[in-house]
C-alpha cells in the first residue's frame, strides 16, 4: 500500500478530509490498479491508469456534464500527470459478486436497460465523443479499420496468426464491409459502446435496486448491437444458457428489442451483429494490448485472445 500513498494523499487533498478511514487495494491489473477509499465523507474509488486508460476520466465528465445522467460514477477529481482520477461510490457491488454464481435474470435486463438508456442518450453526441479521443469504430468506418489491420502482417504473425489465415482475413473484407453497409442500413445509430460490457462492470445499489456501469475506459463509437451481441456470448458461458433457455430469451429481448425495428429486420440485426462482434472483441483487446506493454506476461489469461478473435472473422466471414 506504500507505493499508493502519494495517490491517497493526493485524493484526501481533493476532497478535503485529513485522513482516511481505510484505504485498500480492490483491482490490480496491468491496465488499472482501483483503490477503495473509505473517509468520513464517504466511499470513493481511486484508479491509476496506463496514459492511453485514463480516457476514462473524460468519458466520465462528458456522461456527468453532457448527458447528465447519474448512472456511472461521478467525477471528483483528476490528474492527467499522475494518471489517475477519484470517482464517488456508486452501487454497493457488481453485479457478478450480487449473483454468487446464480445468474438472476431480472437484475441484468435491469443493467442492460440502464446500459441502453446512457447509449440512447450519447447517441447525438459524436463530434464531442471523437474530441475526448474515442476509437472510431462506426459502421461506416469499421472496414477500413479492418483492411488497415489486415495489412500489418508482421502483427498479426506476431499474434501466431498463419500466413493461410492472414489470407483469409483479407477475403473477409469484402463481405464484412457488405455486412457493416447491411447492419447500418437497418436504422440504429452507432453510439458511444462499452467495449468490455459484462455483468462485473454493472453495480447494483441494493436497497434501491438501480444499476450503474462502470470501468468506462474502454469505450468506442460503434453500433450498439456489438457490445450486446458480445455480453450475450460471455453470459451464456458464465451461466450455462444455451439456446431455448427462457432466460437467455429474456436476455435477448432486453438487448434487441424496442429499437424501432420491425421483427424481420431485428432477427436480420441480430444475426450482423453476432457475425461483426468477433471483430469488435479482436479490436478491443488490440487496444488494451496496445496500452498495456507485455500485457501477455504480466496477465497470461489475456494470451491468445486477439487470434481467437481474428479466427472467428475468418469462420463467419471469410
Known sequence: MSAYQPLIDWALA?????????????????????????????VFYLKKTPPGLWIEADVLRFCQDELRLDITPRLIASDRERGCFLMQSCGDMTLRTYFEGK??????????????????????????????????WRLANLPAVFDDLVQHERFLKTESLETSEIANLRRAQKPLAAACA???????????????????????????GKTFIIDLGETAICH?????????????????????????????AACFEGWGITPPEKA???ALAESLAPLFYALSYIRLA???????????????????????????LG
Not at 126 to 131: A, E, F, M, P, R
Not at 237 to 246: A, I, N, Q
Request: charged letters at 25%; proline letters at 7%.
Open 290 to 316: 496496445a496500452e498495456t506493454p507485455d500485457i501477455n506476461d504480466k496477465a497470461p489469461r489475456m494470451q491468445g485472445r486477439i487470434a481467437a478473435g481474428l479466427r472467428e472473422v475468418i469462420d463467419r
Open 224 to 252: 450498439p448491437f456489438l457490445p450486446l451481441s458480445s455480453l450475450l456470448r460471455r453470459m451464456g458461458g458464465r451461466y450455462e444458457l444455451s439456446d431455448g433457455d427462457p432466460r437467455l430469451t429474456l436476455l435477448q
Open 14 to 42: 481533493a476532497l478535503k478530509v485529513p485522513a482516511a478511514c481505510m484505504a485498500e487495494v480492490v483491482v490490480e491489473t496491468p491496465w488499472s490498479c482501483v483503490l477503495r477509499i473509505e473517509t468520513d465523507a464517504g
Open 268 to 270: 436480420r440485426a441480430e
Open 103 to 136: 445468474l438472476d435474470t431480472a437484475v441484468l435486463c435491469r443493467g442492460i436497460e440502464t446500459y441502453r438508456l446512457l447509449g440512447d442518450a450519447a447517441a447525438p453526441h459524436h463530434g464531442t465523443l471523437l474530441k475526448i479521443g474515442l476509437p472510431d
Open 182 to 208: 447491411a447492419l447500418a442500413g437497418i436504422g440504429v445509430s452507432d453510439t458511444l459502446c462499452h467495449c468490455d460490457f459484462h455483468d462485473n462492470n454493472i453495480t447494483i445499489d441494493r436497497p434501491s
